[in-house]
């Protein structure tokens, strides 16, 4: 079942219907909304042999027939989910040889589907070599490409993939997959700071650690022109320890557009459970350094996503300026 993503889904189920698919798509959206989940869905729908619309097949329960089995437990020989944790490693120039091996090789099933997850993470060496096989694709071939943002991909490539893009969920949406998910402890704030994303409401209901350590975020938020420089320096040591730079600048983005908006129009924000805090906030920072600090959040964001660089540093820079 999927949450969500309804005019995508919608989309894909018609071209199918229509054999109207593309041999390349690029699913592009903010992290942990449910892209990938798409993308496997449409890999299981593809192969195997479902007696109803795409559109619908993703609204019911999952299916359990046996090659939708062998996809979730990557054991399909025909589905490959090609996967690298953000700036920890690149997808280089041997897989992308493999994957043009392997899409070449004869196949009893529909396709032959390749998911570059994180996609961000390629090489350059990698995405040239990879030129070649997007430009010529065998008849079987489907690629999925799954990342945040498809601008960092040459005009070349990006010329022969279909963008499509993935918006956070509703809060209603994210209400519907806690319940479906039988996640029965969460409430107003936990919404909010999920920020539409399935994969983050996940974490804040569950895990225990994660939420310890997502609470930080919100402290800092809460308390940040009153912090000395001393504990914003240790704030950004704790993040970068446990991997939370990114949290960090996606919450600050929102908590300081709803600063803005509330300064500006008074009207609906996105974090409401926090709009105390941020009414008082709002009497004591400028406007203009609001305008400021998004800026800067949106630019450290950027250059993050697109240049291999110190993300720490940045952050810190950051954090020091607010
Ligand atoms: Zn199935």
Known sequence: MIFGHKKNILFLSQKIKEGNLAHSYFFEGISQIGKKKVAIELAKYLEGDHNLSFFDFTQKQECLCKICNQIDKSIF?????????EQKSEIGIKNIKEIERKSSLATPFPFKIFIFDESQNFSHQAISALLKTIEEPRKKSFFIFVGQNSAFLPQTILSRLQVLRFTPLSKNEIIDFLEYNNIKNYNKKIIDLSMGRPG??????????FKKYYNIIVRFLINFNKTPIYKRLEFIETLN?????????????IWFRDLLILKETGNYINLKSFQDTLETQ?????IEDIKKIINNFEEVKRTITFYNVNARLLVENLVLGL
Request: hydrophobic share 50%.
């Open 77 to 85: 020989p025909d589905v490959e989910v090609v996967t690298v944790q």
């Open 200 to 209: 983050l409401v996940f974490n804040l209901a569950l895990d225990n650690s």
């Open 241 to 253: 320890k446990v991997e939370l730079l990114n949290d960090f600048l996606d919450l600050g983005v």
């Open 282 to 286: 709002m009497k004591e920072i400028d």
